[in-house]
């Protein structure tokens, strides 16, 4: 039961509010740690299996596949514009092969107007080789996206973000993770301004920590701290979160401000507080987790802050030993937020739903 439940936190605790936590391409473990599985849920489906036992060898050799965000796999988020919403086909697909704690990854997304016709694709793609064991985990992705420069921001954008992390299971601190971010994108030159010659770049960096209160071991509630915070810096770019991980990272152009010239350096961090609490009896888990996060936007003459909140929550159930079914809820919204010198409350809320299931066999 304890390895049911560690299989489930690694592949389904992926809701954050971070930008460069794109699970399937980042976390190569999820793989190397999975048994053979078939997962399906209103988020997501995804299979693992291990053709080490056919082959009669002791070293596992997985292949995992998975297609991802099926809830959003259509979107009208964007704006047109003149204020019209777009309508948007946004599949994202990954693959990996993994052997022993090695393994490979690649990730592919598109990103495709419906609301015109004969529009060219933006489309991305990411490459990512890890390994993990007991104490250590490092991935090292790389990603690209592409976009015709007559109908995107972005002609061409690379991200990555490589992370090492330390795994501890005693003390306070049960994880600890470096992350960093390098992006730069070749922006779509649509008026003459100077200092273009420069290309928008993005570095920066995060760390994360899980800070355990209290343990199953001694206590019938879990709780814990997982505590991220990040600070980004963007050379010339409007905004410091270059990433291409998503093919829809080709709609902005990262060299011009809102006036039109060309963008000057800028900013960007966050603070990220949830508090986690975990519950099982017998083959049933539960965990809940409210969180706060604080993220600044710092540019040349101005700044915008936003104190967000939210909520998880999910619920497993173990009916047989290689069958799982869970309820996962999740909703966050945005408090207060200041621009300039103006203070405003929003009352902006979201969430979603995604109802799964997992076959071990």
């Known amino acids: 039961m304890k390895r049911i439940v560690l299989l489930m936190l690694l592949i389904l605790n992926s809701i954050v509010f971070a930008i460069d936590d794109i699970v399937d391409k980042d976390n190569m473990h999820n793989l190397i740690e999975g048994v053979t599985s078939t997962r399906f849920g209103s988020d997501r489906a995804s299979t693992i299996y291990d053709f080490a036992p056919l082959m009669n060898h002791n070293t596992p050799f997985k292949l995992g596949v998975a297609i991802l965000d099926l809830s959003h796999i259509v979107d009208n988020s964007y704006l047109n514009p003149d204020g019209k919403r777009k309508l948007a086909f946004i599949p994202k697909a990954f693959v990996g092969l993994s052997y022993g704690i090695f393994a490979f990854g690649y990730q592919f997304n598109l990103y495709?107007?419906?609301?015109?016709?004969?529009?060219?694709?933006?489309?991305?793609?990411?490459?990512?080789?890890?390994?993990?064991?007991?104490?250590?985990?490092?991935?090292?992705?790389?990603?690209?996206?592409?976009?015709?420069?007559?109908?995107?921001?972005?002609?061409?954008?690379?991200?990555?973000?490589?992370?090492?992390?330390?795994?501890?299971?005693?003390?306070?601190?049960?994880?600890?993770?470096?992350?960093?971010?390098?992006?730069?994108?070749?922006?779509?030159?649509?008026?003459?301004?100077?200092?273009?010659?420069?290309?928008?770049?993005?570095?920066?960096?995060?760390?994360?920590?899980?800070?355990?209160?209290?343990?199953?071991?001694?206590?019938?509630?879990?709780?814990?701290?997982?505590?991220?915070?990040?600070?980004?810096?963007?050379?010339?770019?409007?905004?410091?979160?270059?990433?291409?991980?998503?093919?829809?990272?080709?709609?902005?152009?990262?060299?011009?401000?809102?006036?039109g010239g060309r963008s000057t350096d800028s900013m960007y961090f966050y603070v990220s507080l949830p508090a986690k609490f975990e519950a099982k009896l017998g083959a049933i888990y539960t965990y809940i987790m409210p969180r706060l996060m604080f993220e600044g936007k710092i540019y040349k003459t101005d700044g915008e802050y936003n104190l967000h909140y939210g909520a998880e929550g999910e619920m497993q159930i173990t009916l047989v030993e290689n069958i799982t079914f869970g309820l996962t809820i999740f909703a966050e919204g945005q408090g207060i937020m200041r621009k300039s010198s103006n203070f405003e409350i929003k009352n902006a809320f979201g969430g979603g739903l995604d109802v799964w299931g997992i076959f071990r066999y």
């Open 112 to 259: 495709n107007d419906l609301t015109e016709k004969n529009r060219p694709v933006a489309h991305s793609h990411s490459f990512s080789f890890g390994f993990a064991t007991q104490k250590y985990r490092l991935s090292l992705p790389f990603s690209f996206s592409f976009g015709n420069p007559r109908y995107y921001g972005g002609k061409v954008t690379l991200s990555t973000t490589p992370k090492f992390s330390f795994m501890f299971k005693s003390g306070l601190l049960d994880e600890f993770t470096m992350s960093l971010h390098y992006g730069i994108q070749l922006s779509t030159v649509t008026n003459n301004v100077g200092g273009t010659s420069i290309a928008p770049m993005v570095i920066g960096g995060s760390l994360y920590g899980s800070i355990m209160l209290t343990r199953f071991d001694n206590y019938p509630v879990q709780i814990s701290l997982p505590v991220k915070l990040a600070f980004y810096y963007g050379i010339g770019a409007r905004w410091a979160t270059i990433d291409a991980g998503y093919a829809d990272d080709a709609l902005l152009n990262y060299l011009y401000d809102d006036n």
